[in-house]
T-cell receptor, first 113, second 114 residues
Framework: GDSVTQTEGLVTLTKGLPVMLNCTYQTTYSPFLFWYVQHLNEAPKLLLKSSTDNKRTEHQGFYATLHKSSSSFHLQKSSVQLSDSALYFC????????????FGDGTVLTVKP | EAAVTQSPRSKVAVTGGKVTLSCHQTNNHDYMYWYRQDTGHGLRLIHY???????EKGDIPDGYKASRPSQENFSLILELASLSQTAVYFC?????????????FGAGTRLSVL
């Protein structure tokens, strides 16, 4: 079946530094990839999504590029802020209209002053 | 603004008791979902529904039932709650025909089974 792997469980950075959160996936279908962000005691919200190979997608200073050749969709930001502290999920959906996402285990990003 | 509202926000239940978690959406979405989140793990799909009066099993349906009496409402039912069902539960909705499958989540229900 489908799977998503996020290798870092916890990332701690100082404000202003760059960050990359890793996401790799396995599926036999043509995938949609998503990044969801969940701030403390809030609902998960969509941050980014893509189904286009080798095209960078950006939102709120975060960006990611889907690379089908390496089955990756890493999330990056050039300069993290305190407000970026949150739980980040990578998720995969086959290109069907079901909304049945497969989520990774998540990465907690903590940004320190 | 469109929204997904879950109730209760937290609940303590006894082992063997019945628990009902409720979800109401004003997104006018056809698709609704129940996900479970455990500490250190991602979200896992329990049940979902494409239309009122119909539900489908997700990846981890054992021990759970679902009910979709209307487009707006979707309930998750634990007939005999167990310790292993202690988790945070999220309801979500998505738009029919949205091939990019964006989910809109509620704020979650924290369930503790003692």
């Amino acid at each position: 079946g489908d799977s998503v792997t996020q290798t870092e469980g916890l990332v701690t950075l100082t404000k202003g530094l760059p960050v990359m959160l890793n996401c790799t996936y396995q599926t036999t279908y043509s995938p949609f990839l998503f990044w969801y962000v969940q701030h403390l005691n809030e609902a998960p919200k969509l941050l980014l999504k893509s189904s286009t190979d080798n095209k960078r997608t950006e939102h709120q200073g975060f960006y990611a590029t889907l690379h089908k050749s390496s089955s990756s969709f890493h999330l990056q930001k050039s300069s993290v802020q305190l407000s970026d502290s949150a739980l980040y999920f990578c998720a995969l959906s086959p290109r069907t209209n079901t909304g049945k996402l497969t989520f990774g285990d998540g990465t907690v990003l903590t940004v320190k002053p | 603004e469109a929204a997904v509202t879950q109730s209760p926000r937290s609940k303590v239940a006894v082992t063997g008791g019945k628990v009902t978690l409720s979800c109401h959406q004003t997104n006018n979405h056809d698709y609704m979902y129940w996900y479970r989140q455990d500490t250190g793990h991602g979200l896992r799909l329990i049940h979902y529904s494409y239309v009122a009066d119909s539900t489908e099993k997700g990846d981890i349906p054992d021990g759970y039932k679902a009910s979709r009496p209307s487009q707006e409402n979707f309930s998750l039912i634990l007939e005999l709650a167990s310790l292993s069902q202690t988790a945070v539960y999220f309801c979500a909705s998505s738009r029919q025909g949205d091939s990019q499958n964006t989910l809109y989540f509620g704020a979650g229900t924290r369930l503790s089974v003692l």
